[in-house]
Each structure stands twice: as structure tokens, then as C-alpha cells.
DNA sequence: TTTAAACATGTATTTTGAATACATTTTTTA
DNA sequence: TAAAAAATGTATTCAAAATACATGTTTAAA
């Protein structure tokens, strides 16, 4: 069980441009290089991040992207959710491919999702702010001169 | 984000094993036969959860495999634990593999670890005992003769 | 007006792990 | 001794994610 790594990347693109000010916009290039990222590969996750109306992009020289709207308003629980497409965590949660004969029956698919309800309700708790709170300190981290 | 198939027919060998009486053995053919999964494929599940101490094995003529233990002695959520091997759903989950430079102050991995343990302890409320207390309609979907 | 810096977009390749299949051995009872 | 069952190890297939490559488009600065 784990998390895509375009949604780890997704999440790190969105803390470092939660991190600049106002209309500072950040580059693909600056964010592969503090976290060694292929700017290749970060393309496609900021490409998508945009498409996802999470990021504004501005093409051209001097070009680059900022959060489209306040940290505050990005909701974690609800990002992951659609930044991970599939949650089929049994074969009967798709009931278009299931085949298990016992699923009208069967009471795991109810606690299993019973689980995945409240694994999200948890990350529904927070927001983008919440995970930049300590600006200095992540500013510090990535050599972002503050 | 998924669990393995692994996981899930482990969980139906268990269900199919725990719906049987007392001493009574269950074989790969019968569980593969009710759930159409290859009897090669299951071979694998029988025998890992024998290994794991879920299921008791009895080899030769007339042999096949039954519960080492009362179906509420097997919790659900310890089982789905030890079944899947990686719940590294970060990068920064895995310190040994982990690159990312923010890691000692991102707190995102505190949030997502809530959410995990969250998801765990709605599966640890539950037995094998609680997933098979409508026995006669689970029989019946299995074509079980009961 | 040209060039460079940035994102946009589509496609192709590589890698990984899961899923599956195959082959052989061991055990035990009828 | 033969048949039915699990034990075990290996090999293959498959799918999805991860990654790389190539080219196009936009825009500001030189």
C-alpha cells in the first residue's frame, strides 16, 4: 500500500511554491534542484497541478508558477484523493471487474472502506497552510533565501 | 493507492477456511474452484499463510488446510498489516531510501502518518470471527453445501 | 527582430513489482 | 504402490509507474 510518487512530488511542488510570496513566481528548474528532481519529470507533475486549476502558470522568459489560490483554500485530504485515481483497495470495490461470488455478501469491502473513510477524514483535517506554518525553517531547508 | 491482490485472496482463503466446522479441511481446488482463481496462484496464498501461522496444513491423500486458530483470534487489521509489505507511502517514510531535503521539518509525514494509523485502528476493531457471522448466505454464495 | 528562457504537449522507453504459470518434490492414505 | 494433496523453487508475463526524449509555443529582454 503506498502513495504514487507524482502525488509525494505533487505535494512538494505545491509546499515550495506555498513558500514564496505573493506573486513570486517558482520555476521548474528551482524546485528540481532543491529536491533533485528531474525537471523532466516535474514538468508533467506541475503540467497537471495546473490543468487541476492548484497552480497558475505563466509561460515565457521570466516565466514560471504560483499557487492559484491561498494555501488556506488547498485542502490536503481532498488533493490526495484526486492526485491518487484508484482506490480500489479489493477487487470488489470495482464492480465492473469484480468476480468474487461471495461480494453481496461479504462484510470486509464494508470495513476496509469503513478504514479508507477514516484515513481521509484525517487529511481532510488539514490544508496547505498547516503544512507551511513553519516557513523559516523550510525556507532553511531549501536554500530559499528568505 | 491499493492493496495487494495478495492481500485480498488471503482474505477469502481465510473466509472460505473459517466458514468450514471444526476439524474440517478445505483444498486449494475447492477455495480456487468457488473464487475462480488459479489453484497455481493460491498455492502461494495456502502456503504463505500457513508459514504466517494462520492456517495449519495437513499434506497427503485427504490433506488440505483449516484455521490454526479461532476465527477471533485473527484480526483484521494485523493481518492486512503483515500481508502488505510497504506502507511507505511517502519517500521521506523510508529513511533509509529517502532524499528529500525538507524531510527533518516537513510535517507532512506526521499528517499522513495519522491518517495510516487511523486507517489501522478501524481494521483492528474487526476479527475473522466478524466478517463471517452470516454464515449460512456467505455457504450459500460458495455453493457450500452446509 | 531575434534569441533565450520558460512552460506545453505528445510519445517512447525503462523499471519495478505483482501476478501468473510451470516443474518437481515430498507426504500420506487408500 | 498409486493417487491426491501440499511444499518449494524458478521462470514468465503483464501492467503501471517512473522516466526520458523531442518538439512546439509563448513572451520578455537584448
Redesign the pocket.
Known amino acids: 500500500m503506498n502513495l ?6 505533487s505535494l512538494r511542488v505545491l509546499i515550495f511554491a506555498g513558500l514564496k510570496s505573493g506573486e513570486e ?5 528551482e524546485v528540481s534542484d532543491v529536491y533533485s ?5 516535474l ?2 507533475v ?2 497537471d497541478l ?2 487541476r486549476g492548484l497552480l497558475t ?9 504560483r499557487l492559484a489560490k491561498p494555501a488556506s483554500d488547498i485542502n490536503i485530504g481532498l488533493l490526495i484523493r484526486s492526485l491518487e ?2 482506490f480500489n483497495l479489493l477487487e470488489c470495490f470495482d464492480k465492473g471487474t469484480n468476480h468474487c461470488v461471495i461480494s453481496p455478501g461479504c462484510s470486509l469491502k464494508h470495513v476496509v472502506n469503513k478504514a479508507l473513510f477514516q484515513f481521509f477524514k484525517v487529511l481532510e483535517e488539514y490544508t496547505l497552510e498547516d503544512l507551511i506554518q513553519n516557513e523559516e525553517e523550510l525556507r532553511e531547508l531549501m536554500g530559499m533565501e528568505s
Not at 25 to 29: A, D, E, V, Y
Not at 57 to 65: I, L, P, T
Open positions: 504514487k510518487k507524482y502525488t509525494d512530488f513566481l517558482s520555476t521548474i528548474k528532481i528531474s525537471p523532466e519529470h514538468r508533467k506541475v503540467h495546473t490543468k502558470s505563466v509561460r515565457g522568459r521570466n516565466g514560471g508558477f485515481s484508484d
